[in-house]
């Protein structure tokens, strides 16, 4: 019997126990230093067990994953060193940054323990444990950074494991991980914070730009929501790192204010050509770090019911529906609705079903 051991069972550890929960080889043992959370657990049918003690949770563990938010991190693993863990004990975390972590834990693990850092580069717009599934590693990378001098067959050994939640086992540096997952995720999360703090400020004075700031400036900085205190740690981790990115952004910026300076029309375009043609290369269906929804937009007479009319015909072909919200509906004006889902595929059988009896628009 292989026992899991999962420490912060929330999205992403919960998601990990459930890919694991209820195969007769595995034991997964949850841990929650809050006693709520620990019964929580239990009657969501997650883990097989839970415990608010952190010896029980690690003993005769195989596996240990560290699923707490990254500023917590090297304290956890200063933690567990100390304890009576199993020889061949793998610890591994999923935080989005690795340098910092795998370097210390492989300062601080004794011998016949290995700590390789992880990375699942899946995530949903909802969080804790409530929103774990089965199904959210699928099709995603999962990113391990072993530590210099880690034995291969233990990484593959993690890696083997790792296969059950049928991502995409990917293997590099941690400070290469920390380099590209800063230029396509934690820069992309300031930028949006930035302008929709930019904006925020122009709206002191004018009401009219948050008004105005629906549809496509909403969506372009879904991710500025993200969670405060979270997103602060993984910044500050990886400081270095986004003050270089920071510094080639604002190069970038202040390219587009010469072309603007010279009303050099020919070279914006390029730019937009330049950009256009590599990101029509990027991967279209497999998941990432910040999470894709995909969209169809569906016109609608004000008609009571109508909305409940379109979301059963969606759940009799069991196609799952993830958000929706009406845009526009007045008295003799056909309202917008705008279906949000997971995945193109049920973007596309959603379009083909509604679009026999509705006007719909991608």
């Not at 500023?71 to 793998?90: F, N, S, T």
């Not at 990378?141 to 083997?160: I, S």
């Amino acid at each position: 019997m292989t026992k899991i051991a999962i420490f912060g069972v929330g999205l992403i550890g919960g998601s990990l126990a459930l890919c694991y929960k209820g195969k007769p080889e595995f034991t997964v043992v949850g841990h929650s230093p809050n006693p709520r959370s620990v019964e929580k657990l239990l009657k969501r049918n997650v883990v097989d067990v839970a415990t608010t003690s952190m010896e029980e949770a690690v003993e005769g563990a195989d596996y240990i994953f560290l699923c707490v938010p990254v500023g917590m991190l090297e304290d956890y693993v200063k933690q567990l060193v100390k304890l009576p863990l199993k020889k061949g004990c793998i610890i591994t975390d999923v935080g989005s940054t690795k340098a910092s972590v795998t370097e210390s834990a492989a300062a601080l693990v004794r011998e016949g323990i290995y700590f390789i850092g992880g990375h699942p580069m899946a995530g949903s717009e909802r969080h804790g444990v409530e929103a774990a599934s089965v199904y959210l590693f699928e099709n995603a990378f999962y990113v391990l950074t072993p530590a210099k001098g880690t034995p291969q067959d233990e990484v593959d050994r993690l890696a083997n494991l790792l296969k059950l939640t049928k991502a995409q086992i990917v293997q590099v540096d941690a400070r290469e991980h920390d380099d590209i997952v800063g230029a396509i995720s934690h820069l992309p999360h300031i930028i949006a914070v930035a302008l929709v703090n930019q904006v925020r400020e122009y709206n002191s004075t004018n009401p009219l730009y948050q008004n105005l700031a629906a549809g496509g400036f909403r969506d372009i900085t879904r991710i500025a929501s993200s969670e405060p205190t979270i997103w602060r740690d993984i910044l500050l981790n990886n400081r270095e790192v986004l003050l270089k990115l920071l510094t080639d952004w604002n190069l970038g910026i202040s390219r587009f204010i010469a072309l603007l300076e010279n009303s050099d029309g020919e070279g914006i375009a390029e730019q937009f050509r330049m950009a256009g043609e590599f990101r029509s290369h990027l991967p279209e269906r497999r998941k990432g770090m910040i999470t894709s929804l995909f969209d169809i937009y569906v016109d609608i007479p004000d008609h009571p019911g109508i909305i409940g009319q379109i979301t059963t015909l969606l759940g009799n072909a069991r196609i799952n529906l993830s958000n929706i919200q009406i845009i526009e509906s007045r008295e003799d004006v056909p309202g917008i609705l705008r279906l949000s889902f997971r995945n193109q595929d049920d973007a596309d059988r959603a379009t083909g079903l509604l679009g026999q009896d509705y006007a719909v628009h991608v």
